[in-house]
DNA sequence: ATGTCGATACTTTATCGA
């Protein structure tokens, strides 16, 4: 099974860019960030002509997820536990019946955090805090669990292409690695490290600056794989090519062979 | 040094968030 993460900042803005590419990759499953929009106004019946079962979680204006699947959904679980008083759309939930037995999948979209030393960066760590609880208690579960999302987190130097300039950017920020390395300790796998050791492999590129040209990215979309999915990784694949279409997204398609 | 884009509203330009 394919599944992918993509932050497609705003599905409206980018319905021919999201159509061509789920047509051509042919996920199975497709995790979607940023659709910046409300439930309703998601444009649910272009999936399900191509064959997909469509969740959404969104809200006006900012943030929003929304998970794509050739199978059913068996549960959809909206908001990350926690902090009631948490309204930003950034978390979405649910179980899968796959032939190998449950798929336990996580989409998000993870605060960005900036500027750093704000409550915006605040609220980014304790909902990381969060998100490790969560984990924590599916990993007790021990089946094929999948967080995938827009992590908002470059984990080491050689994913940025000037660590030193990023420094006090909430994305690179020693407090925001610690947390993700946290996460990871859980007993998840970064699945593009698995797959891949190269450095400056980026899914990211700033629409500033002729930042793709230069290929100054960042790798902050992550497939992160409990051991029971990690053993079923085959493949783990950026593809880059999104960025260079017209009308693109800054952020580019991350997806996952997993044998379930 | 600057450079962009998407969505929103007391809109047609400014503001916010990224």
């Known amino acids: 099974m394919k599944i992918a993460s993509w932050n497609i900042n705003g599905i409206k803005a980018r319905i021919e860019a999201a159509t061509t590419w789920i047509k051509a990759a042919a996920p199975d ?3 979607l960030q ?29 943030n929003g997820v929304a998970l794509l699947s050739k199978l059913p959904f068996d549960e959809v679980r909206p ?14 939930e649910a179980e899968i019946s796959v032939p190998s037995g449950a798929l336990r999948l996580i989409n998000i979209y ?13 609220y980014k760590l304790a ?16 089946e094929n669990l999948v967080v995938a999302g827009d992590f908002n987190v470059i984990p080491a ?12 950017d909430a994305l690179f920020r020693p407090e925001t690695r610690a947390h993700f390395q946290a996460l990871l300790n859980l007993g998840l796998t970064d699945a593009f490290r698995a797959c891949h050791d190269e450095p400056h ?23 992160l794989l409990s051991p029971q999915a990690a053993d079923r990784l085959q493949a783990c694949e950026i593809d880059a090519a999104p960025r260079s279409w017209e009308k ?3 952020h580019v398609p991350i997806t996952a062979e997993l044998a379930l």
């Open 34 to 62: 940023e659709i910046k929009c409300v439930d309703e106004a998601f444009p649910r019946e272009m999936f399900e002509e191509l064959g997909y079962n469509v969740a959404v979680h969104g809200q006006k204006g900012f």
């Open 157 to 168: 130097p050689e994913d940025v292409y000037n660590p030193n300039v990023w420094m006090d």
């Open 29 to 31: 499953i497709a995790c």
């Open 248 to 250: 693109p997204s800054d």
């Open 127 to 142: 909902w990381m805090t969060r998100l490790k609880e969560r984990v924590k208690t599916l990993l007790a579960n021990e």
């Open 79 to 92: 908001r990350l536990a926690g902090d009631p008083d948490d309204v930003q759309a950034r978390y979405l």
């Open 110 to 122: 993870l605060p960005n955090g900036n500027p750093f030393g704000t409550e915006k960066f605040v």
């Open 201 to 223: 492999r980026y899914t990211f590129w700033d629409y500033q600056a002729g930042a793709f040209q230069k290929n100054q990215g960042l790798r902050i979309d992550h497939l």
